[in-house]
Protein backbone atom coordinates (compact mmCIF):
# COMPACT_ATOMS: atom_id res chain seq x y z
CA UNK A 1 0.00 0.00 0.00
CA UNK A 2 1.03 3.37 -0.80
CA UNK A 3 1.86 5.43 2.25
CA UNK A 4 1.71 8.48 -0.20
CA UNK A 5 -1.51 11.12 -0.72
CA UNK A 6 -1.50 13.87 -2.62
CA UNK A 7 -3.71 17.12 -1.72
CA UNK A 8 -4.71 19.87 -3.01
CA UNK A 9 -4.40 23.28 -1.35
CA UNK A 10 -7.65 23.54 -0.45
CA UNK A 11 -7.88 20.46 1.64
CA UNK A 12 -5.77 22.17 4.36
CA UNK A 13 -7.27 25.52 4.07
CA UNK A 14 -10.85 23.66 4.71
CA UNK A 15 -9.23 21.65 8.30
CA UNK A 16 -8.01 25.05 9.19
CA UNK A 17 -11.26 27.19 8.49
CA UNK A 18 -14.95 26.68 8.37
CA UNK A 19 -16.30 25.69 4.92
CA UNK A 20 -19.20 23.70 4.17
CA UNK A 21 -16.83 20.31 4.33
CA UNK A 22 -14.09 21.40 6.70
CA UNK A 23 -15.26 17.76 8.67
CA UNK A 24 -14.53 16.20 6.39
CA UNK A 25 -11.02 17.78 5.87
CA UNK A 26 -10.36 17.59 9.38
CA UNK A 27 -11.17 13.77 9.31
CA UNK A 28 -8.87 13.38 6.59
CA UNK A 29 -6.16 14.86 8.06
CA UNK A 30 -6.56 12.91 11.02
CA UNK A 31 -6.92 9.71 9.61
CA UNK A 32 -3.52 10.75 7.42
CA UNK A 33 -1.73 11.30 10.78
CA UNK A 34 -3.09 8.02 12.37
CA UNK A 35 -1.92 5.69 9.28
CA UNK A 36 1.07 8.10 8.73
CA UNK A 37 0.63 8.75 5.27
CA UNK A 38 2.96 10.67 3.95
CA UNK A 39 1.14 14.28 2.00
CA UNK A 40 2.44 15.27 -1.37
CA UNK A 41 2.02 18.32 -3.30
CA UNK A 42 3.22 20.33 -6.21
CA UNK A 43 5.61 23.35 -4.89
CA UNK A 44 2.72 25.67 -6.30
CA UNK A 45 0.61 24.50 -3.02
CA UNK A 46 2.58 26.69 -0.51
CA UNK A 47 1.86 29.52 -2.66
CA UNK A 48 -1.57 28.97 -3.23
CA UNK A 49 -2.35 27.99 0.06
CA UNK A 50 -0.63 31.41 1.68
CA UNK A 51 -2.23 33.80 -0.86
CA UNK A 52 -5.51 31.61 -0.67
CA UNK A 53 -5.29 32.67 3.40
CA UNK A 54 -4.32 36.17 2.46
CA UNK A 55 -6.98 36.84 -0.44
CA UNK A 56 -9.74 35.48 2.93
CA UNK A 57 -8.01 37.97 5.15
CA UNK A 58 -8.88 40.88 2.43
CA UNK A 59 -11.67 40.76 1.03
CA UNK A 60 -12.52 40.25 5.27
CA UNK A 61 -14.23 36.83 4.83
CA UNK A 62 -11.70 35.99 7.79
CA UNK A 63 -10.77 38.39 10.42
CA UNK A 64 -6.81 39.33 10.61
CA UNK A 65 -6.51 36.99 13.85
CA UNK A 66 -7.91 34.38 12.14
CA UNK A 67 -5.94 34.66 9.00
CA UNK A 68 -2.75 34.52 11.20
CA UNK A 69 -3.90 31.50 13.00
CA UNK A 70 -4.77 29.31 9.76
CA UNK A 71 -0.96 30.22 8.86
CA UNK A 72 0.20 29.34 11.76
CA UNK A 73 -1.51 26.18 11.82
CA UNK A 74 -0.52 26.06 7.71
CA UNK A 75 3.10 25.96 8.44
CA UNK A 76 3.01 23.25 11.04
CA UNK A 77 1.28 20.65 8.47
CA UNK A 78 3.77 18.49 6.92
CA UNK A 79 3.62 18.38 3.25
CA UNK A 80 6.55 17.57 0.51
CA UNK A 81 6.48 19.78 -1.74
CA UNK A 82 7.64 18.26 -5.47
CA UNK A 83 9.52 20.60 -8.01
CA UNK A 84 9.86 17.72 -10.58
CA UNK A 85 10.52 18.89 -13.83
CA UNK A 86 8.06 16.04 -15.21
CA UNK A 87 5.06 17.56 -13.48
CA UNK A 88 4.96 20.58 -15.94
CA UNK A 89 4.49 18.54 -19.13
CA UNK A 90 2.55 15.65 -17.39
CA UNK A 91 -0.22 18.73 -16.60
CA UNK A 92 -0.41 19.92 -19.43
CA UNK A 93 -0.95 16.84 -21.26
CA UNK A 94 -3.77 15.96 -19.01
CA UNK A 95 -5.03 19.80 -18.91
CA UNK A 96 -5.79 19.19 -22.75
CA UNK A 97 -6.77 15.53 -22.54
CA UNK A 98 -9.56 16.59 -20.10
CA UNK A 99 -10.22 19.95 -20.86
CA UNK A 100 -9.31 22.04 -17.72
CA UNK A 101 -8.49 25.58 -18.09
CA UNK A 102 -5.84 26.03 -15.85
CA UNK A 103 -2.85 23.67 -15.93
CA UNK A 104 -1.92 23.88 -12.24
CA UNK A 105 -5.08 22.02 -10.89
CA UNK A 106 -3.75 18.86 -13.26
CA UNK A 107 -0.42 19.78 -11.68
CA UNK A 108 -1.73 17.87 -8.82
CA UNK A 109 -3.08 15.36 -10.94
CA UNK A 110 0.05 14.94 -12.42
CA UNK A 111 2.43 14.16 -9.52
CA UNK A 112 -0.22 11.75 -7.88
CA UNK A 113 0.25 9.47 -11.20
CA UNK A 114 3.70 10.14 -11.04
CA UNK A 115 3.82 8.86 -7.77
CA UNK A 116 1.15 6.25 -7.79
CA UNK A 117 -0.67 7.40 -5.17
CA UNK A 118 -4.33 8.73 -4.34
CA UNK A 119 -5.43 11.98 -4.99
CA UNK A 120 -7.68 13.98 -2.65
CA UNK A 121 -9.45 17.38 -4.03
CA UNK A 122 -12.07 19.65 -2.77
CA UNK A 123 -12.60 20.80 -6.66
CA UNK A 124 -15.83 18.83 -7.70
CA UNK A 125 -15.30 20.10 -11.34
CA UNK A 126 -12.13 18.57 -11.48
CA UNK A 127 -13.13 15.47 -10.11
CA UNK A 128 -15.97 14.82 -12.57
CA UNK A 129 -14.27 15.65 -15.26
CA UNK A 130 -11.47 12.93 -14.75
CA UNK A 131 -13.25 10.39 -12.11
CA UNK A 132 -14.32 7.86 -14.62
CA UNK A 133 -10.83 7.09 -16.27
CA UNK A 134 -8.85 8.20 -13.26
CA UNK A 135 -9.84 6.04 -10.39
CA UNK A 136 -7.13 6.89 -7.77
CA UNK A 137 -8.81 10.55 -7.95
CA UNK A 138 -11.04 11.53 -4.46
CA UNK A 139 -13.24 14.38 -4.11
CA UNK A 140 -13.83 15.22 -0.13
CA UNK A 141 -17.89 15.03 -0.76
CA UNK A 142 -17.17 11.20 -0.95
CA UNK A 143 -15.92 11.36 2.06
CA UNK A 144 -18.75 9.98 4.12
CA UNK A 145 -20.15 11.19 7.66
CA UNK A 146 -19.32 7.59 8.94
CA UNK A 147 -15.94 7.59 8.19
CA UNK A 148 -16.07 11.26 10.36
CA UNK A 149 -17.44 9.53 13.23
CA UNK A 150 -14.97 6.34 12.63
CA UNK A 151 -12.06 9.02 12.79
CA UNK A 152 -12.81 11.11 15.81
Not at 83 to 98: D, E, G, N, S, T
Request: net charge neutral; proline share 4%.
Amino acid sequence: MNSLVCVDADIIIWALLPFPLSDQAEALLARWRREEKTLIAPALFAFEVTSTLRRLVHLREITPEQGETAFEQFLKINVRLSHRRAIFPLAWQLAKQYNRPRAYDTAYLALAQLRGCEFWTTDQRLYNAVRHDLTWVNWIGDFSREAISEDR
